[in-house]
């Protein structure tokens, strides 16, 4: 197995990611290779001062980097030997089997949209996000912000993919779909809740509950997968991760669930329903961060993910 990561991406980038890596080649199986993309002079660097023997890491020189405040669309044709753009086409060629980067998001979405493209059928992409919950394990949350704007027929979908996800990854034998919402009740919600609602509630294709409520995603005893669009996804997001950090400044330690909610234990998360394995990390990723970035890729690889969504998909 070959995981391709962009050593350029990310606010601290090439330390983080590189060091990321280093501490990743003892952690992944002993078949992986851990392919870097970036400056091979600045990425020697760090290796030869951390004077680490690394059999499983090669390196992929690239002399341009798309920057977080570049366009993406234009940057991504304008930098054709940057590390994102090179790592796509590695992937798309077969060279790597996953890609991870903590760089440009919306460079990673032009790369997954116009280069490895989406699984037919899918009408769009999504981004999901594990949340853990206090019983010690986790719900899936799906979309977290490429698409703030959802038809009903998309939130659907989303039911599929997060299905197939907390089954395949998770390991939830028959995981219940949600559809977040402000109330319970079926007639609750705007008119995208309240028309996605009936499309779901009809579903042979997945296991619906009903609407459910944020308070309900910590709990673990609800539902499994919460579905909804892009803005709302990413707003519980980042109020998770807010929580996180002004629990951590009061103090507060030696909790399990608290500490779960910290992003870097989780380190990326998958883009869903593209052909090809893509893991995208948060901007401000540590080493720490970045090394559970790469161990997310090789775990999504090794559930099969991408090949269980194109048989849902393509059959």
């Given amino acids: 197995m070959r995981l391709g990561v962009d050593a350029m991406g990310g606010d601290y980038a090439p ?11 003892n952690a992944v199986s002993g078949n992986t290779t851990i392919v870097l993309f970036g400056d ?9 001062r951390e004077n680490r023997l690394l059999p499983n890491l090669e390196i992929v020189h690239t002399t341009e980097v798309i920057a977080m405040n570049d366009n993406p669309t234009s940057s991504f044709s304008a930098k054709s030997d940057s590390s994102i753009v090179v790592g796509f086409t590695h992937l798309k ?10 760089g440009s998001t919306g460079a990673m979405m032009v790369g997954c949209m116009h280069v490895i493209k989406q699984v037919d059928g899918i009408i769009r992409p999504t981004i999901a996000s594990t949340i853990p919950t206090v019983k010690g394990g986790k719900t899936l949350l799906l979309d977290v912000g490429i698409n703030i704007d959802c038809k009903p027929e998309v939130l659907y979908q989303y039911g599929i993919i997060g299905s197939i996800y907390s089954r395949e ?3 939830n034998s028959n995981p219940r779909i949600g559809l977040l919402n402000i109330g319970e009740e079926q007639k609750k919600g705007n008119n995208q809740t309240k028309a996605a609602y009936e499309l779901m509630s009809e579903s042979s294709d997945f296991n619906f509950i009903g609407n459910v409520e944020a308070k309900h995603i910590f709990s673990g005893e609800v539902a499994d997968v919460f579905v909804c669009d892009g803005f709302v996804g990413n707003t519980i997001l980042k109020e998770a991760e807010g929580m996180y950090a002004a629990f951590k400044s009061l103090g507060v330690k030696g909790i399990d669930f608290l500490d779960a909610l910290n992003y870097e234990n989780e380190g990326g998360t998958p883009v869903l329903g593209v052909n090809n394995c893509v893991i995208i990390g948060h901007g401000c990723s540590t080493p720490k961060a970045i090394k559970n970035m790469i161990l997310q890729t090789e775990k999504t690889l090794k559930a099969g993910l991408v090949e269980k969504i194109k048989e849902t998909f393509c059959e």
């Fill in 169 to 171: 990854v998770l390991k």
């Fill in 15 to 25: 330390e983080a990611a590189v060091l990321g890596a280093i501490e990743a080649c």
């Fill in 93 to 102: 060629a077969g060279k790597i089997d996953g890609f991870a980067s903590a």
């Fill in 40 to 48: 091979e002079r600045q990425i020697q660097e760090i290796i030869q």
